[in-house]
């Protein structure tokens, strides 16, 4: 049956972004099909009742296909709805949250609905990405970057990211240029050898004079920087001698790894220009951001959630706030505007060093940040009883919240929680486990953070019964 062509018609899709069809008992996972199309597809892959297949060619458009403005979007794999309507886009996002709170959070349709608060997009769902990480390589005796393809190493040659920020290209052009010029030998995973292994780039916010902020890291593996560094300093003067357009490097730094890992940066910084870090403003507080520091990706985005998170704090009054998965202390330190008090408490050291240094440039001196690991902390250090926090917001990474961290949270007993998510199905897991413990889910809205791919972010406001 493998490489055998199919006639199918796209009914749904799945959580990756794969459109799925059913036909004589057996159900089809189509890469780059969207609903509603119907298709000619080749099987690459099955199993007892599933099939893959990727679309030959598309017999029927659907009324939600659109044309890509992305000519390597399907081998890159990175954004797996481009080829959908941006308004359907959001309803299928909106529709996998809803069906993951009723099915794994175990809420009914009617309740879920009625306390549904809407999905909000962007105005411009393109050029939004402040950070862009990009592998390097070499192929054929050619130096080439762009991003990997869908769960593998391969290199999809890419100049011009349609989500990355706008510049960003020409940046890569020059380091590109200077790589080749110098011969700078491009890290291979199967030799493990070379140098050069990614660059990242991070953007700030446009300022006040039309420009941004942006820093340029190399991902390197040499063990020996420090004897070469007379080549990478004629690496910031070449960039430095270009002009990209509003773009202002801030600062250069190389990030050492020389480990056999898929983890992208190592733990060992070098700045070679500048002072580590660029700046952003995010509603009229400043942030310093460096190299290993977690910052989310989209500014647009990430405004109306932090103003959506204050909207959902102000439903009821409140006056210790504590912030469980704080990074730099971006949610805490807005927190700080409307609370008497503020704690914050993340396992990263760098983040929490980073958190104090942007405490400390807002003069805010109503918040604290604690470095503990969550799952093993003891509430007992928290002073609960002194500190009587009644709204605690939690941020965690994609797994969601440990079990032993809801428990913490129950004993705390605060009135209010916030929950921010990026994985749904975590998220509902973690309603249904408060809500044995008496906790009610009030509302929730979705923000779309991450266009064209099938992300999205997740702010719910939980209450005591």
Avoid: W
Wanted: glycine share 4%; hydrophobic share 35%; proline share 2%.
């Amino acid at each position: 049956m493998k490489n055998e062509i199919k006639k199918l018609y796209i009914t749904d899709i799945s959580n990756e972004g794969l459109g799925i069809a059913r036909d004589n008992n057996f159900v089809y996972f189509v890469k780059n099909a969207v609903v509603g199309d119907l298709v000619n597809c080749i099987i690459t892959k099955e199993t007892k009742n599933i099939i893959y297949a990727k679309v030959v060619d598309v017999i029927e458009k659907s009324k939600y296909r659109c044309e890509s403005i992305c000519q390597v979007s399907n081998p890159c794999g990175g954004c797996q709805l481009l080829d959908v309507k941006y308004e359907k886009q959001l309803e299928i996002k909106k529709n996998i949250v809803i069906n993951n709170l009723i099915k794994i959070g175990k809420i009914d349709r009617y309740s879920v609905f009625n306390i549904f608060n809407g999905i909000v997009g962007m105005d411009y769902p393109f050029f939004y990405r402040n950070k862009m990480q990009i592998p390097f390589g070499d192929r054929n005796n050619e130096v080439i970057y762009g991003f990997y393809a869908n769960r593998t190493h391969y290199i999809i040659p890419n100049k011009n990211c349609v989500v990355g920020f706008r510049g960003y290209a020409e940046i890569l052009n020059s380091i590109k240029e200077f790589v080749e010029m110098s011969k700078i030998p491009i890290y291979d995973e199967n030799k493990k050898t070379g140098i050069l292994r990614e660059v990242l780039l991070r953007s700030s916010n446009y300022n006040d004079s039309c420009s941004r902020e942006v820093s340029i890291t190399l991902i390197i593996n040499d063990k020996n920087y420090k004897e070469n560094l007379r080549v990478y300093r004629k690496f910031v003067d070449y960039i430095l001698e270009r002009n990209y357009n509003g773009q202002e490097i801030k600062t250069i730094c190389l990030n050492i790894n020389t480990n056999d890992t898929n983890v992208i940066l190592g733990l060992e910084n070098c700045i070679l220009y500048g002072d580590g870090f660029i700046e952003d403003n995010i509603l009229d507080i400043k942030y310093k951001i460096f190299v290993n520091n977690f910052y989310q990706i989209n500014m647009e985005m990430t405004k109306k959630l932090y103003s959506g998170i204050i909207d959902y704090a102000k439903l009821v009054d409140f006056k210790n706030v504590l912030d469980l998965y704080c990074g730099i202390g971006t949610i805490t330190l807005q927190f700080s505007k409307f609370a008497k008090k503020v704690l914050g408490i993340e396992v990263v050291k760098e983040s929490i060093e980073t958190a104090n240094i942007n405490k400390k440039i807002n003069n805010i001196k109503n918040v604290d940040f604690l470095c503990r690991d969550i799952e093993k902390l003891n509430i007992v250090d928290l002073n609960c009883e002194k500190e009587n926090f009644d709204l605690i917001c939690v941020d965690p990474p994609r797994k969601g919240l440990n079990k032993s961290v809801i428990e913490k949270i129950v004993k705390i007993n605060p009135k209010r929680i916030i929950y921010v998510s990026c994985d749904s199905a975590t998220l509902a897991r973690d309603i249904n486990f408060f809500a044995n413990e008496n906790y009610k889910l009030e509302c929730f809205k979705l923000y779309d953070m991450f266009p064209h791919t099938m992300h999205i972010e997740t702010v719910a406001l939980l209450s005591k019964k």
